[in-house]
């Protein structure tokens, strides 16, 4: 998870390689059905399971560094996971559902994703499994969602100024955002993968990272402002309901990392 480097540096960085052939090994076992430990990446770590497996990652289609806490729309595969998430997740994922008619509507193109979080038309869901074009087989709903309403949030803190772009063949898209499309998606039985952070809070996000983005120049004053007041809003979500802020996806990765053989596969939805 987090990296004071990016994947456009690879070729500055030889020691990526290896990591690289590390996730492929990884996933060739589980393909072959061969003992393997299980792998999560968050952030630096899921745009590293994309680029090794065959997928892209970029700069954020906005073009600026995300620093925020998030709302994140999960999509339907998300409830068919074989690592239950919590009931909590569940309840708040059926209520983003109810608000889509019911069924999962279509995320937003990568280049539409900021432009619509802007209207205040919400993001559009999907059940997404990247075929073996390339492409991205969707099942089409309704245009929006309506806005969550506080209580049905889940949260995640970001910090990135790249994204996956591009999901690797065979992994199923599991949730996205306004500003990040592939926020949270799985790649067969093994390998799970997030682009928020639901390991750090906001006191470690702006005791170690607000300062070095004032630095460099990646933050204006006004960005600042709204992300100190998305991670005021995070707190207070985790004060009353720690799972809705990020402890969702803690949860679901403890479960992923405890299941044994097939048990914690998204594979399922994926076929």
Excluded at 71 to 80: M, N, Y
Aim: proline fraction near 6%; include cysteine; hydrophobic fraction near 40%.
């Amino acid at each position: 998870t987090g990296s004071h480097h990016c994947i456009r540096e690879r070729g500055e960085c030889p020691w990526m390689e290896s990591l690289f052939a590390l996730i492929r090994s990884v996933h060739a076992a589980h393909a072959a059905g061969r003992p393997a430990p299980r792998l999560v990446g968050c952030c630096f770590g899921a745009q590293a399971i994309a680029h090794a497996l065959g997928g892209e990652v970029g700069r954020n289609p906005s073009q600026e560094f995300v620093f925020k806490a998030e709302e994140i729309l999960p999509h339907a595969a998300l409830l068919e996971c074989a690592w239950a998430p919590p009931p909590a997740l569940a309840a708040a994922a059926d209520a983003a559902l109810a608000r889509c008619g019911g069924r999962a509507p279509a995320a937003p193109a990568a280049e539409d994703c900021d432009s619509e979080a802007r209207r205040g038309e919400g993001a559009r869901l999907s059940a997404t499994t990247v075929d073996g074009s390339g492409g991205e087989a969707e099942e089409e709903g309704p245009r929006h969602c309506a806005p969550a309403a506080a209580a049905q949030r889940l949260l995640l803190l970001e910090s990135h100024g790249d994204c996956v772009l591009r999901l690797p063949e065979g992994a199923t898209l599991l949730a996205s955002s306004s500003s990040c499309r592939h926020e949270l998606y799985g790649v067969g039985s093994g390998i799970l993968a997030a682009q928020g952070h639901p390991e750090m809070s906001v006191a470690l996000f702006l005791e170690k990272i607000l300062p070095a983005l004032r630095d460099k120049g990646r933050i204006s004053p006004e960005g600042e402002a709204e992300a100190c007041a998305s991670m005021e809003r995070f707190d207070s979500v985790a004060a009353a309901e720690p799972l809705l802020a990020g402890g969702w996806l803690l949860d679901g990765i403890s479960r992923f990392l405890r299941a044994g053989g097939g048990a914690g596969s998204c594979s399922a939805a994926a076929s």
